[in-house]
């Protein structure tokens, strides 16, 4: 069964703008990831954030972890056109398999 | 070298077929993992190796054989496969297994593209 469940399912935005992804879970976890994956291809790991820490950044990007809503969020500042991917969030179920969520496709517009 | 590398990068093969796909990372990881990919779709877990031990095996049907040779090495072996198998087939390590604290960011490998006719 999918932990994580991305919102939106796909976002298109203008390049320079910020895209926000919103990923929620249903389980107790020990850490959340974020992946970037380029159509067809290998999955990159971008950002994980453990479920004692509430915010972390890495370049442009930004991660938000809310165990009591059992929510994080994925934002991207100044978008560029290489930013165009799926990304998808990863939990650690209790059995400890990382389970990933269905996705969020950016299109970064020109 | 942080990469993880996997061959063929595609793979058309009949139902009556024997093939294997391969994957190999020199990280010194100890933990290795298989996972199915279909179009548009999230990866999904299939199996774990952890210290080159089968430490997680998610119902995957006896038709996908995985093998560990070595710390190094992991296969997944193909027979009888059915067109329903056809997806992207991905391999990752990570440093350690997974659970509880342990941080085990996967690296992923680019996928070899299976096509069952």
């Known amino acids: 069964s999918q932990q994580g469940e991305e919102d939106p399912q796909a976002l298109s935005i203008q390049e320079g703008e910020n895209a926000t992804m919103n990923c929620s879970y249903k389980?107790?976890?020990?850490?959340l990831q974020w992946y970037r994956q380029n159509s067809g291809r290998g999955l990159v790991h971008l950002i994980l954030?453990?479920?004692?820490?509430r915010e972390k950044h890495s370049g442009r990007l930004r991660v938000t972890l809310d165990t009591s809503k059992k929510s994080s969020s994925l934002l991207i500042t100044a978008s560029r056109a290489a930013d165009t991917a799926s990304y998808f969030c990863?939990?650690?179920?209790?059995?400890?398999?990382?389970?990933f969520g269905k996705g969020t496709r950016l299109h970064i517009l020109p | 070298d942080t990469e993880v590398t996997q061959t063929p990068k595609h793979l058309v093969m009949g139902m009556t077929n024997k093939k294997s796909l391969k994957c190999e990372q020199h990280?010194?990881?100890?933990?290795m993992y298989w996972y199915k990919q279909k179009a548009k779709k999230p990866p999904e877990l299939m199996f774990v190796?952890?210290?080159?031990?089968?430490?997680i095996n998610e119902s995957v049907p006896s038709r996908f054989s995985p093998e560990c040779p070595n710390s190094s090495l992991l296969n997944l072996h193909l027979h009888a496969l059915q067109p329903e198998d056809s997806a992207l087939y991905l391999c990752?390590?990570?440093?350690?297994?997974?659970?509880?604290?342990?941080?085990?960011?996967?690296?992923f490998g680019p996928g070899t593209r299976l096509t069952v006719t």
């Open positions: 990752a390590s990570s440093l350690t297994p997974m659970g509880g604290e342990r941080y085990y960011e996967q690296y």
């Open positions: 389980t107790s976890i020990n850490n």
């Open positions: 954030i453990r479920s004692n820490e």
């Open positions: 990863a939990t650690d179920a209790l059995d400890d398999k990382i389970i």
């Open positions: 990280m010194g990881h100890r933990a």
């Open positions: 190796y952890s210290y080159e031990k089968l430490s």
